[in-house]
């Protein structure tokens, strides 16, 4: 009984994602509107509160970082925007996926890692400082990088307006986390003598927005996901687990010639393997106008969360 509910501790944040996505498919109409405002309008808003928690918990040793360790960083940055996009963009061709729902698979490759890849890295035993560094690189590199290569791979299914992607980008990523750095600095002392407490709130308010941001979308796209809801589930479920694969075995081949081990090819895999799903549905919302086109982030997402927790457990019991 006790493994069971030490099991059940370690899957809570992604069982409370499969909650919300269940709940959000029985009765889509709470979720669609609250007094005549459209809930998926509020995502964007969410978003951009969680990326400003991500920046509040940066400081300039997660960027010199990259100074110890620049080819596992550069390494994990460039398979993070070679591996995904193509995938997603191969995996909308296999299943046939057209228009929204195909340029959403494209975008959600296309996005900087998530933030969440940062405690699953610790829970797994991988380097964690690695972990944030190429966290904070992909992100920073994201408004320019994630433009670029959807006009490339989704411009054959919707037009793609890469300078207001770079914009949007900036607005809901770059912003938000340099005014969360702005207030770490400004209240320095009150983040160092409660840095427990002031995470663990940051932990409950990003956890809440991501819940938030589940509901909204699995209800606005209810109609296309009974239609093709067990393709997308497939697609996003190879999607992640192809990225995890790629991660870690191309980082161990390049580690014949490389200073990389176990460690690294551990964090380079979740890092590629777990996408910043927020963005990519916020990045839907704002500049393709289009809750279709965010329902693959938000089916990765609920996966994503699942099987970080998953992956984290296995490899935590191995040296």
């Not at 290569?149 to 340099?178: C, H, N, Q, T």
């Not at 075995?249 to 890092?271: D, Q």
Request: hydrophobic content about 55%; overall charge positive.
């Amino acid at each position: 009984m006790k493994n069971v509910i030490r099991f059940l501790k370690g899957q809570a944040f992604g069982l409370a994602i499969l909650s919300c996505a269940a709940v959000a498919l029985l009765w889509p109409g709470a979720f669609t509107s609250w007094g005549g405002v459209r809930l998926v309008k509020l995502v964007v808003p969410a978003i951009q509160l969680i990326m400003f928690g991500m920046g509040t918990t940066l400081s300039m040793k997660d960027f010199l970082a990259v100074v110890r360790t620049p080819w596992a960083v550069a390494v994990g940055v460039v398979l993070q925007f070679v591996v995904m996009p193509l995938v997603g963009w191969l995996l909308a061709a296999m299943f046939g996926f057209s228009g929204e729902l195909a340029a959403g698979f494209v975008l959600v490759g296309s996005v900087a890692g998530g933030t969440a890849s940062n405690v699953v890295a610790y829970l797994a035993k991988a380097n964690v400082a690695l972990s944030v560094t190429m966290t904070c690189c992909s992100t920073m590199l994201s408004p320019f990088v994630t433009p670029l290569l959807m006009k490339l791979l989704a411009g054959r299914f919707v037009e793609v307006d890469a300078m207001m992607l770079m914009v949007e980008s900036m607005k809901i990523v770059l912003v938000p986390v340099i005014a969360g750095g702005l207030v770490r600095c400004a209240f320095r002392r009150i983040f160092d003598a409660h840095g427990t407490t002031c995470e663990r709130i940051l932990t409950v308010v990003s956890m809440s927005g991501i819940c938030w941001t589940i509901l909204a979308l699995t209800a606005a796209g209810h109609d296309t996901f009974r239609k093709a809801g067990v393709f997308i589930v497939a697609a996003a479920i190879l999607h992640n687990v192809t990225g995890y694969t790629l991660g870690y075995w191309l980082t161990r081949l390049l580690g014949r010639v490389l200073p990389f081990g176990e460690s690294e090819a551990r964090t380079v895999a979740i890092e590629v393997g777990m996408q910043n799903s927020g963005m990519a549905a916020a990045l839907s919302i704002s500049v393709l106008g289009s809750a279709i086109a965010a329902l693959p982030a938000n089916v990765f997402s609920i996966w994503m969360d699942f099987s970080g927790s998953v992956l984290a457990s296995f490899w935590s019991r191995r040296k």
